[in-house]
């Protein structure tokens, strides 16, 4: 099984400034035929589902505001929110669909703020 | 859009087997695969297994030998039961599919979890 490690645990951030999330893979999750790396960004809110944020390390899913960004490749990726907003106090997880199954899931990441 | 709703018990008592039922509504279930995912509380995700409309399954190692996916077309719902259960089952259990469609999928047909229902609480006490 591929093991997710997310750095760091927790975070906090003054509103307006820059929060970085940091997940590694244990085992390379790009698939080199087409450069594509299988690694999915999710955000959960307290009493919600996780909602998908970013997919294939680097591209936001439809509706996800463009102050998020991932990217990375092969075992190390970061996850990024360029100006922090209220909205974004959440859990974030990173998850691999390289190597399935089983899925996996990084530890989280809760992002509060400072 | 597909929308996910999960259903059953929320206390069960310890040996037993835990049973939850997924309602896919919008959407047929005749397509995708469909997954169940848990979560302990204050912890992270877990992903347990997901059956694809066909009835084919897949099942996490850690869980494998306790779980079993099942599929009802006809009532466009899928199940899961956990047999054996101990306190360290107690978790909200979620459904989720991945519903964007081949071209996003890994080489083994894996993908992101685009779709998730609200979640339910399963805990686990005699």
């Known amino acids: 099984d591929i093991v997710m490690t997310q750095s760091p645990d927790s975070l906090a951030v003054s509103l307006g400034e820059r ?30 589902p996780p909602k998908l944020l970013i997919y294939w390390a680097s591209t ?14 092969g075992t190390d990726f970061t996850l990024t929110i360029s100006s922090l907003q209220v909205e974004d106090v959440a859990v974030y997880y990173c998850q691999q669909y390289y190597s399935t199954p089983p899925y996996t899931f990084g530890q989280g990441t809760k992002l509060e703020i400072k | 859009q597909v929308q ?5 018990p929320g206390l069960v008592k310890p040996s037993e087997t835990l049973s939850l039922t997924c309602t896919v509504s919008g ?3 005749s397509s995708y695969y469909w997954s169940w995912i848990r979560q302990p509380p204050g912890k992270g ?11 084919s399954t897949n099942y996490n190692p850690s869980l494998k030998s306790r779980v079993t996916i099942s599929v009802d ?9 956990l047999s054996s259960v101990t306190a360290a089952d107690t978790a909200v259990y979620y459904c989720a599919s991945n519903t964007r469609g081949p071209e996003y999928s890994s080489p083994q047909g894996g993908d992101a979890f ?5 979640g339910t609480m399963v805990t686990v006490s005699s």
Not at chain 1, 33 to 47: E, R
């Open chain 1, 19 to 48: 929060a970085t999330i940091n997940c590694k893979s244990s085992q390379s999750v790009l698939y080199s035929s087409n450069n594509k790396n299988f690694l999915a960004w999710y955000q959960q809110k307290p009493g919600q």
């Open chain 1, 60 to 73: 936001r899913e439809s509706g996800v505001p463009d102050r998020f960004s991932g990217s990375g490749s």
């Open chain 2, 4 to 8: 996910l709703q999960e259903s059953g």
């Open chain 2, 27 to 29: 959407g047929s279930i």
């Open chain 2, 45 to 55: 995700l877990e992903w347990i297994g997901y059956i694809y409309y066909s009835g």
């Open chain 2, 73 to 81: 077309t006809s009532k466009n719902q899928f199940s899961l039961k």
């Open chain 2, 114 to 118: 685009d779709i998730w229902g609200q």
